[in-house]
């Protein structure tokens, strides 16, 4: 069993900055698979919003957050981390992290191709 847990989230300024974390546990070589965040607004999908392959040298991002938000990981603690900047309104979500079935992929985004899902972390950005 793979447990994730996220952590960070909360409420901040437009312009704000905050910093996810996801820490995994369980059966699992953290390394050897693609980690990945979503998010879900009110009212709409689950949407991708990054992801980071297993050895961490290769990641991809969401049009409307590239150049704001950076994730990284740390396979020796088994974390993966969303620094987010200049945040706006729009940020405003649950965001989930969740592990991929593969160490990368060509198509991070869906997300169909992750296994194991954490119960996410509000963030809320105000003006």
């Known amino acids: 069993q793979v447990q994730l847990v996220e952590s960070g989230g909360g409420l901040v300024q437009a312009g704000g900055s905050l910093r996810l974390s996801c820490a995994a546990s369980g059966r699992i070589f953290i390394s050897s698979y693609a980690m990945g965040w979503f998010r879900q607004a009110p009212g709409k999908e689950r949407e991708f919003v990054a992801a980071i392959s297993g ?16 994730i990284s990981r ?23 992290c969740a592990v991929h079935r593969s160490s990368w992929t060509s198509s991070p985004a ?6 194991y ?5 509000q963030v809320t ?3």
């Open 55 to 70: 050895s961490g040298f290769s990641a991809s991002y969401a049009d409307s957050v590239r150049g704001r938000f950076t």
């Open 117 to 121: 899902w954490g119960q996410g972390t």
């Open 74 to 96: 740390d396979n020796a603690k088994s974390t993966v981390h969303l620094q987010m900047n200049t945040l706006k309104l729009e940020d405003t979500a649950v965001y989930y």
């Open 110 to 115: 869906v997300d169909i191709s992750y296994d």
């Open 125 to 127: 950005v105000s003006s």
